[in-house]
C-alpha cells in the first residue's frame, strides 16, 4: 500500500492487521557546550536548576507525548521509559532513552523525541551562558519487536 493517500498528501500508515508485540527502542545523542558550562553543571550552579535531573523528566515527557508532537506517529502503549544522562567532561552530556512496550508498530520515534526533548531541555537551561551550545549526534541505537525483529546500529 502506498503512504500517500490518492492526491499525494501524507497520511497514517494502517497497522490494524499487524501482531501486537513486544517491542524496545534504544536512541542517543548529545549536546555540546563549553567547558565552563559543564563545569557549572557538575557543581549545580546552573540558575535554572539541576539540568540532568530536569532533562531526565523531560525526556520521558516528550517520549509519551510522541503522538502529539509528531502527526502521522500512532499512539502506542508505552510500558517503560529509561532515560539516563551522563555529564562527559570537558565539554558535553549524553543523552540514552530506551523505550518498551506492547503494540503494533515500533517505538523508534518515542526514543528518538525522548532524547530530542531532553537534548532541548540542557539546551534551554544553558544557553544564555553560552550561545553556542548544540544539540548532536542524535541517532537510534537499537530496536526489537515486530516482523523486522532485532537490530543495532553499526559502530
Known sequence: ???N????????IDVGKKAETERMARACG???????VAKRIQEGKIVKGDVLATARLA??????MTPSILP????VRLTAVEASLHLVLPDRVEIEVAVRGFDRT?????????????ALTVYDMVKSLD???SVESMRLQEKSGGKSGH?????
Not at 548529545?30 to 565552563?36: A, G, H, I
Not at 525526556?59 to 509519551?64: H, Q
Not at 502521522?72 to 499512539?75: D, F, K, Q
Open 72 to 75: 502521522l506517529c500512532h499512539p
Open 1 to 3: 500500500m502506498n503512504s
Open 59 to 64: 525526556a520521558i515527557t516528550a517520549a509519551k
Open 131 to 133: 550561545p553556542s551550545v
Open 30 to 36: 548529545s549536546v555540546r557546550m563549553s567547558p565552563e
Open 106 to 118: 515500533g517505538f523508534e520515534m518515542e526514543a528518538l523525541t525522548g532524547v530530542a526533548g531532553a
Open 151 to 155: 537490530w543495532t546500529a553499526p559502530r
Open 5 to 12: 493517500d490518492s492526491s499525494g498528501g501524507a497520511r497514517m
